[in-house]
């Protein structure tokens, strides 16, 4: 086993981490097979994270491991800039298979960022293409997490990730966060209150005027925030909204993707279907980064005109479609496929939202909130500390066997699609102790 002990932990400065901390009591993983991580003392740590919401297959599944294994040695790299290789068109068929009919083109990228980033700028690109470059706001939403480049702290919502870092974006504005404990803390699946949140879309069209605005984006399930769902018939009343004004809505999958909500896709599960999806996380199950932009007909179509010999988007990465990323992906779909994963969150979901809810009644615990196999335990936080609690929780897990996620003072839960049922009782065991002893 590696030994990690006489490590010099000093250069690498860690991202989303307080790095002084976390420096004098470090958590080290230095192993993973299917639900578990192995810590640098050897102990076995229950993934209740899917690592970051991307390892939805379970860790180390041997047959994408195999696939990468293979691809590094055959075709390490190749550009895609005006050159191809098979692997990346590949992918791009194979995922297309799961997507929205009215969806088969798609953009790759490298990580949530890159395909939030690109998704913006396809949004503006497809305006000025049909004539109407004066729509150039983008809309976000408070709260809302798009990752970390400048269009995504521009359009995110959560304030601490944004205060920093400038002017960002011109002409970004938010819709209003649809989080509202007063009226459904406790709520199994969807809250029943919030419609009327989506309204809020045209308030801001009343301010700005349609003519000026691009695109809307939001998580259908904001994830990293804390696990908000959205109110009943909210993400079809903000589609109708983008319609009835020209709008493109951009739905931000990066975390409700490839199953976590027990269906390929949010717009699956809540029937509802955006111009643009941004993936990346689940795509490869995590084990090589990738991410990408799934594009409607209506999108892909405006683009493409012109002369042929004209580039149609300026715009790509080095790494756009890695020909070993792209080995991964197509590993992913066929263990999502061949083991019914989706379905099988789906089969797993009223078990776990039975699990998860019976955690209620714990100290401090002033909401659950499940979907899928994702849950939200939003914890009171101690005045003047906000998320000190459930920082606290998080390392008693740690310790515990149980690897968990806080933002502020929620926690949120999401783990492999392969869990077992004694895991899911396992989880909210070693976290009910994990939350009792805090307090
Ligand atoms: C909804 C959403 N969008 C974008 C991102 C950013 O992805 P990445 O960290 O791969 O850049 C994340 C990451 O958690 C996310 O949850």
Partial sequence: MTTTTALDLDAFWMPFTANRQFKQTPRMLVKAEGMHYTSDDGRQVLDGTAGLWCVNAGHCRPKIVEAVRKQVGELDFAPTFQMGQPRAFELANRVSEILPPSHKHVFFVNSGSEGVDTALKIALAYQKAKGEGGRHRLIGRERGYHGVGFGGISVGGIGNNRKTFGPLLAGVDHLRHTHDLTRNAFTKGL?????????????????????????????????????????????????????????????????????????????????????????????????????????????????????????????????????????????????????????????LAPNWEDTMHSMKGLPNVIDIRNLGLVAGIELASIPGKVGARAYDVFVRAFKKGLLIRTTADIIALSPPLIIEKAQIAEIASKLSEAIREAA
């Fill in 191 to 347: 809250p029943e209150h919030g419609l009327e949140f989506a309204e809020d879309l045209e308030r801001i069209v009343a301010l700005h005027d349609a003519s000026t605005i691009a695109a809307v984006i939001v998580e259908p399930m904001a994830g990293s925030t804390g696990v908000l769902l959205p109110p009943k018939g909210y993400l079809q009343r903000l589609r109708e909204i983008c319609d009835k004004y020209g709008i493109l809505l951009i739905f931000d999958e990066v975390i409700s993707g490839f199953g976590r909500l027990g269906a390929p896709f949010a717009v699956d599960k809540f029937g509802v279907v955006p111009d643009m999806m941004v993936a990346a996380k689940g795509l490869t199950n995590g084990t090589i980064p990738m991410g990408a932009v799934f594009a409607s007909d209506k999108v892909h179509e405006a683009f493409m005109t012109g002369p042929e010999g004209a580039m149609e988007l300026l715009h790509g990465y080095t790494y756009s479609g890695h020909p070993v990323a792209a080995a991964a992906g197509i590993a992913t779909l066929d263990v999502y496929r061949e083991e019914r994963l989706f379905e099988r969150a789906n089969d």
